[in-house]
């Protein structure tokens, strides 16, 4: 059965301190792994999609890397506005209606 | 703009109660799926479509009906059966990789 942990469960920074968010994965084969952001009372925002081993994707403050177990969400200097929870995702390769399985979520606040 | 509505945004039901909620998707996406979320827990998917007029329950189905009579729609219906049904739920289509969400349905029991 396909599991994604993620953790910390909470996070809080300091405006411009940096840090990592972790989202470890258990699945027979990875067709991706997805990150969104989720605002409260909203739904998720789709970031970054990562399909293999070693692949990188950045999107301003926000940098995803993947390795055969584990995915990271690097936050580099970050703003108030990048509060929000972060969710990973994965699918898996022949998963029944390309169903996605999400981890619990990785809640950061960052204070001016 | 090409996107997925949900409606309506709050929602309150008496226990007992039949409610539905409304997904509406304007992206030409074949499969949709209904997740539930619940405070400090991820996702989880309570039925799911690939096409039109055919629907797989997920892993929290019981309690829960859909229908799938247009590609555009897929409504979710929270039957007095489903015993804790307070909770904010999301809709979401997709063409093959990753999904496109709504902005979610909270449902409080009163």
């Known amino acids: 059965e396909d599991q994604v942990t993620q953790s910390p469960e909470a996070l809080r920074l300091q405006e411009g301190e940096s840090s990592s968010l972790n989202c470890s994965y258990t699945v027979s084969g990875l067709r991706g792994l997805f990150w969104y952001r989720q605002d409260p009372g909203k739904g998720p925002e789709f970031l970054f999609t990562l399909y293999s081993a070693g692949e990188e994707k950045e999107k301003e403050r926000l940098k995803a890397t993947l390795t055969k177990k584990e995915s990271f969400l690097h936050i580099t200097a970050p703003k108030p506005e990048d509060s929000a929870t972060y969710l990973c995702?994965?699918?898996?390769?022949?998963?029944?209606?390309?169903?996605?399985?999400f981890g619990g979520g990785t809640r950061v606040l960052v204070k001016p | 703009d090409g996107g997925i509505t949900q409606s309506p945004k709050y929602l309150f039901r008496k226990e007992g109660q039949n409610v539905t909620l409304s997904c509406e998707q304007n992206l030409n996406h074949d499969a949709m799926y209904w997740y539930r979320q619940d405070p400090g827990q991820g996702l989880r998917l309570i039925y799911y479509?690939?096409?039109?007029?055919?629907?797989q329950k997920g892993d929290i189905a019981e309690g829960y009906s859909v229908s799938r009579e247009k590609k555009e729609s897929f409504p979710l219906t929270v039957t007095s059966a489903q015993k804790n049904p307070t909770a904010f739920y999301l809709c979401?289509?997709?063409?093959?990789?990753?999904?496109?969400f709504g902005s979610g349905t909270r449902l409080t029991v009163v």
């Open positions: 479509s690939q096409i039109v007029n055919d629907f």
């Open positions: 995702a994965v699918q898996e390769i022949g998963a029944a209606g390309n169903k996605l399985t």
């Open positions: 979401a289509s997709s063409r093959e990789f990753g999904y496109t």
